[in-house]
């Protein structure tokens, strides 16, 4: 099969560092998927031809509309795009991006993905390891995610840097590199990484939660005695004297503990002492 002398010289190119797309495999659990990367990375296999992967190319046919749409609906502008830059220090690692937003810095990453099942939290989740990695290698703060769907839907997500993830993802890439100059194959490094944390910008409509309406129906019955309750609670706190380890009267209990803090607890009164005649 005839392979295109451009896609030969950027294989080449990808085998001298770890991108933002090997991030997501080796933080990942497919030990197969890690296994061959080593291997394109010692050069042994070639990377896979992804020009009849139809996902993969709806990625690439949209991703400069998904870069003008986030524009117009944003007013910020993308600069670098594709461009290639490499960390300061640790020159096997690189980062191809799809841009940077001029005015914050952030690093943009523009994403097809299909409508089915789709959810925020899993698409910043599945996609972590290429951010975090980008913004480790060009110091940036912070991540946009662009996203557009089949169903016709433009999702905006946020993400700020993460150093505890980071960290992780560095010590995973530093071994995984040293197994590509040692040609000891990988193992998973089965690194559980925290919970993406999103920026929480939407407005949710529960009306149709039975589960919702239930405890809605609860908190709502009992907030006029919870408020009751704790104003209670405070005034009875004003009577204990301050000498007192412990006070009772009229069915409960007040006591002090070491360090002051009150609390109280029901005892039983004398009618419910009362043995059954």
């Known amino acids: 099969m005839f392979v295109r002398p ?20 080796i933080m990942g659990n497919d030990d197969l998927a890690l296994l061959r990367l080593w291997q394109e990375k010692r050069g042994e296999v070639e990377p896979d031809d992804l020009s009849r992967n139809l996902l993969v190319q709806l990625g690439t046919a949209t991703e400069q509309l998904n870069l003008h749409w986030y524009e117009i609906n944003t007013g910020q502008v993308i600069i670098d795009a594709q461009r290639r830059i490499f960390h300061p220090l640790h020159r096997w690692m690189a980062a191809t991006l799809d841009g940077r937003v001029q005015q914050t810095g952030a690093v943009f990453e523009a994403k097809f993905m299909l409508p089915w099942n789709f959810s925020e939290e899993e698409a910043a989740e599945k996609h972590m390891a290429q951010l975090q990695h980008n913004m480790w290698v060009t110091a ?44 000891e194959p990988p193992v998973l490094f089965n690194i559980e990484t925290p919970r993406p944390r999103l920026e929480a910008v939407k407005v949710v409509d ?6 919702w309406a239930e405890l809605a129906g609860t908190y709502l019955r009992t907030r006029e005695a919870h408020g009751e309750h704790e104003t209670a609670k405070a005034e009875l706190k004003k009577l204990v004297p301050e000498d007192a380890k412990e006070a009772t009267g009229h069915g409960i209990k007040a006591k002090r503990s070491k360090s002051g803090a009150i609390s109280f607890e029901a005892q039983p009164t004398e009618a419910e ?3 059954i005649q």
């Not at 529960?206 to 589960?211: D, K, L, Q, T, W």
């Open 6 to 25: 451009k896609r030969i010289a950027d294989s080449l190119a990808r085998r001298s560092f770890i991108g933002g797309s090997d991030a997501k495999i």
């Open 140 to 183: 940036s703060r912070s991540a946009v995610l662009s996203i557009i769907t089949g169903g016709g839907k433009w999702v905006e997500i946020n993400i700020h840097a993460d150093p505890l993830y980071q960290h992780l993802l560095l010590t995973a890439e530093k071994k995984f590199w040293r197994c590509v100059q040692s040609g």
């Open 206 to 211: 529960m009306s149709s939660s039975n589960h």
């Open 273 to 275: 002492r009362a043995p």
